[in-house]
């Protein structure tokens, strides 16, 4: 017989290292939704560092940011962008629908980052954990922050 | 490690093997007083208190088992059953160090045993290290080729690292050579529903609730297909067939909608249309969990 890979007989697991479950794609589809790009991406966030890839991730979120800041930048310089005039002449600002499918999109690409881990956790029916305090955070804080960024942006220009 | 039978430490002492074949058929009750009146003869026995550890782990008693292991590893600190069963205590306990712990001594001390490579890359899958789990799967199946725990770990890594069914082929040699095992329909099942693919997991789970009518878990699997395959469901299609991107895309194109609607010759007819758009997603939230309940009873 040949000899076993002596790294397959390293432990890998401790107490301090072990790997929790992640929220659910339900709780991110609805955070995402509700509470934009931000509070998506803080979720996620929560979702790498319990499954201990927080570091291999930043750079997606950074990303996420980015373009949330983005968006936030052009609502400050170009409103018209994200506005639509009837007829009438009324205007509608799609500002929050942008917001929205922005994280909309995010939670894909975060969902698409995690998709083994969830799969893994159908195959061994891993039960998801209670996200609510979590996602509260995450709602609250993505939901502050942009709009104290998008008042110092509007302080600013 | 409940479907794994005791017999592994039965040493030839006929009346242990009595013993031995009424666990094996579950005639616990049976055992339990065959095994008092051994018991009264040899208290220290590692065999016999094995199989009492081994009763209490099957009827759910976790601690008992947990303390009798323990008391046998102490007479006997190489018993291999025992080992085995403390390793499915702590794993069933969540406990997954001490778990990983007892399965590499025993991987040492056996290491041609593909099932306790296929343990460990379930174990290292259901803890996330997915690469581990796939080496430790390859080299269960390396071991042996046919084994059914070494083929399963194989066939749910490959639908971790690429869900489609077509290409996994490991999970097609599974279905081949066990087409009933429970594991092998549960697996099936689950890589379907992931597919979207109802209808044929449903099937396959009422195939598994004829084999196992006694099953809670395979009761809810087939309770939650039925739902999704409901015919007052209908209208939830896109959902069910694409998921929450599903629901995203229906979001965008009701958004869309209001947007241009004011602009076309449907704009007085702007508030019913509403009105709908609102019943339908109150139907889509409220409806499926109703009917998931109304199902059960």
Known sequence: MDKIPNDLLEPTLSAESATKPIYSTQAGFLLAFLGGGLAITFFSALNSERLGRLVRDLPVYLLGIGVIAGIMYLRVTQPHLFEISDEDGKTTSYYIVAVRAAGLLLWGSYYWLHSKHYRVMAVTGTPHPSPWLAAGGCYLAGIGIMNFALRAMVAQL | ?297
Request: aromatic content about 8%.
């Open chain 2, 1 to 297: 490690m409940k479907d794994e039978g005791p017999e592994g430490s039965a040493r030839s002492v006929p009346v242990t093997s009595q013993l031995a074949y009424l666990v094996e058929r579950q005639r616990f009750a049976e055992a339990k007083r065959l095994l008092g009146n051994l018991l009264a003869e040899r208290p220290e026995d590692p065999d016999l208190l094995f199989y009492g550890a081994y009763i209490d782990h099957f009827e759910k008693r976790p601690e008992q088992a947990m303390e009798t292991v323990q008391k046998v590893l102490s007479l006997d600190p190489h018993h291999e059953s025992a080992r085995r069963l403390l390793f499915g205590l702590h794993n069933e306990a969540r406990r997954f160090a001490e778990a990983e712990r007892v399965l590499i001594d025993l991987i040492k001390d056996y290491p041609e045993d593909a099932d306790l490579y296929a343990q460990y890359s379930m174990l290292m899958l259901e803890t996330q290290h997915l690469e581990k789990a796939q080496k430790l799967a390859e080299e269960a199946v390396r071991l042996a080729p046919d084994d059914e725990q070494a083929l399963l770990a194989s066939a749910l890594c490959a639908f971790v690292a690429d869900p489609s069914p077509e290409t996994n082929h490991r999970l097609q040699e599974l279905i081949r050579r066990y087409p009933d095992s429970m594991r092998t329909l549960i697996t099936m099942i689950v890589v379907l529903a992931d597919r979207r693919r109802h209808k044929e997991a449903l099937l396959l789970s009422q195939e598994l609730l004829r084999a196992y009518p006694d099953n809670e878990d395979v009761v809810n699997l087939v309770v939650a297909l039925k739902v999704q395959n409901h015919w007052s469901l209908k209208p939830l299609w896109p959902m069910q067939r694409f998921g929450w991107a599903g629901s995203a895309g229906l979001w965008v194109v009701i958004v869309g909608l209001f947007a241009v609607l004011p602009r076309t010759p449907l704009a007085p007819w702007e508030g019913p249309i509403f009105a709908v758009v609102l019943t339908y997603i109150v139907y889509s939230w409220v409806y499926p969990p109703i009917l998931n309940r109304l199902m059960r009873r």
